[in-house]
């Protein structure tokens, strides 16, 4: 019923910049939280940014001040915008849409993922 859509991920020099994108399709009447996780190679999935659609936003200790979400709630969008990226956040990195809630019915659905894009960090 809803799709996830991330694109903008590839190949960077450290000090670099990429931005991600993520978009959500479907007979969406809202989303709670848009958010992106990331995973590293043998390494546990972990939430580098979220966006709440009450404004809020917060972010992994380890991306502060380099990394900026957003949203565009008309278009059901989210952006991440790195910057200084540096070889750590090489990762595959993972759109979340939480709390989403579908029309006509108003039901209430659980997590939905993307299918992840790829992002490298490398000299």
């Known amino acids: 019923q809803v799709q996830l859509v991330e694109s903008g991920g590839g190949l960077v020099q450290p000090g670099g910049s990429l931005s991600l994108s993520c978009s959500a399709s479907g007979r969406i009447f809202s989303i709670g939280t848009m958010a992106w996780y990331r995973q590293a190679s043998g390494k546990q999935r972990e939430l580098v940014a979220g966006?709440?659609?009450?404004?809020?936003?917060n972010y992994a200790d380890s991306v502060k001040g380099r990394f900026t979400i957003s949203r565009d709630f008309a278009k059901n969008t989210v952006h991440l915008q790195m910057n200084n990226l540096k070889p750590e956040d090489t990762a595959v990195y993972y759109c979340?849409?939480?709390?989403?809630?579908?029309?006509?019915?108003?039901?209430?659905?659980?997590?939905?993922w993307g299918q992840g894009t790829q992002v490298t960090v490398s000299s």
């Open positions: 979340l849409a939480r709390d989403v809630v579908t029309q006509p019915d108003f039901r209430r659905h659980p997590d939905y």
């Open positions: 966006a709440t659609n009450a404004g809020s936003r």
